[in-house]
């Protein structure tokens, strides 16, 4: 069997068409249809059956798929690391992140990536959770992920110093006028706005284990998603929100007050491979965003 083969199957499945499939891929249909009977004779059954509104694995096909996914992924990281090697001359990069990384720390980053090498072009791919970017990472879905240090990661980890949290509230709340940080004891009669996809820490909510520490359980004002609409509403004054503070930063009415002692989290870039060319220079980059870990 070939990659183009293996090409050819993702395609189809992704655009669950034949026709859409040979368009996307600038190929006949009658060419794509070969291919895929070919790649269905060397593995010994049929890959994908007709649906009424469309087309759809096997069971066969539904084993068959991840293997091919990543070959094709592989291929596609082969071809990048190799324009790489020479350096940030040219070609394409991939960036794996959290979604309050991308709107927090990483603009700054990639305007400069952009007025020093505008020739490279940068492909985001957002995740909500920490286990969804790993996965996507593991798949070969980017060049370089930047989020908390992952776990028995085996290949580089780069460091990029610590995040500081901070405590977000709108312009007219009392909390606005400090200068000094505030002990998170002084927080117990206010209401939070949460997210839903805050880290856990020994099984409970970030923000849950934080006040326990200190005797309480947090009041919840309100239920968000993703951390900068928490943010925005946070703003707006329907409550206090635990947020990192690059994304404060970047919502207008929206006012940072530290906390003390100081909620610090670890970032760090991490690949599979080596690095090197371009995604050295971007690691490079982004390493002067935090202020350095202890």
């Known amino acids: 069997m070939s990659l183009r083969q293996m ?35 060397e593995v010994g059954g049929r890959l994908l ?37 020479a350096g940030a001359e040219g070609g394409e990069l991939h960036i794996a992140t959290l979604h309050a990384l991308a709107v ?25 959770t920490t286990e ?16 908390p240090r992952p776990e028995a990661w085996s290949g580089p980890v780069v460091s990029l110093g610590d995040e500081e949290i901070v405590v977000v509230t709108c312009a007219g709340d009392p909390l606005a006028g400090r200068t000094d940080p505030i002990c998170l004891t002084d927080l117990a009669d206010r209401a939070w ?4 996809l805050e880290p856990r820490v020994r099984g409970q909510r ?35 929100v635990a947020a990192p503070l690059p994304i404060a930063e970047t919502v207008e009415g929206a006012v940072a007050v530290r906390v003390s002692p100081a909620w610090r989290r670890e970032q760090t870039a991490f690949s ?6 371009a995604v050295q220079e971007f690691v490079r980059m982004c390493g002067g965003t935090y202020t350095a870990a202890a």
Request: aromatic letters at 6%; glycine letters at 8%; proline letters at 4%.
């Open 272 to 277: 599979r491979d080596e690095l090197i060319g």
């Open 104 to 128: 927090g720390m990483l603009p700054p980053v990639f305007a400069r990536w952009r007025r020093e090498f505008p020739e490279v072009l940068l492909h985001l791919h957002e995740y909500t």
């Open 206 to 240: 970030w923000l849950d284990w934080a006040c326990a520490q200190h005797g309480f359980r947090p009041l919840t004002a309100l239920e968000t998603e993703h951390s900068s609409t928490a943010v925005r509403m946070a703003a707006a004054g329907v409550g206090i």
């Open 7 to 41: 090409e050819y199957l993702v395609a189809v499945v992704e655009e669950r068409s034949f026709t859409r499939a040979a368009e996307a891929l600038n190929v006949t249909q009658s060419a794509l249809s070969h291919q895929i009977k070919a790649l269905e004779r």
């Open 193 to 196: 706005v949460r997210c839903q």
């Open 132 to 147: 969804e970017l790993r996965d996507g990472m593991e798949r070969g879905v980017a060049d370089i992920g930047v989020g």
């Open 49 to 85: 059956e007709r649906l009424p509104r469309g087309v759809g694995l096997t069971p066969m096909g539904r084993a068959f798929l991840p293997h091919a996914e990543r070959a094709v992924r592989s291929a596609a990281q082969a071809r990048r690391a190799a324009r790489a090697a």
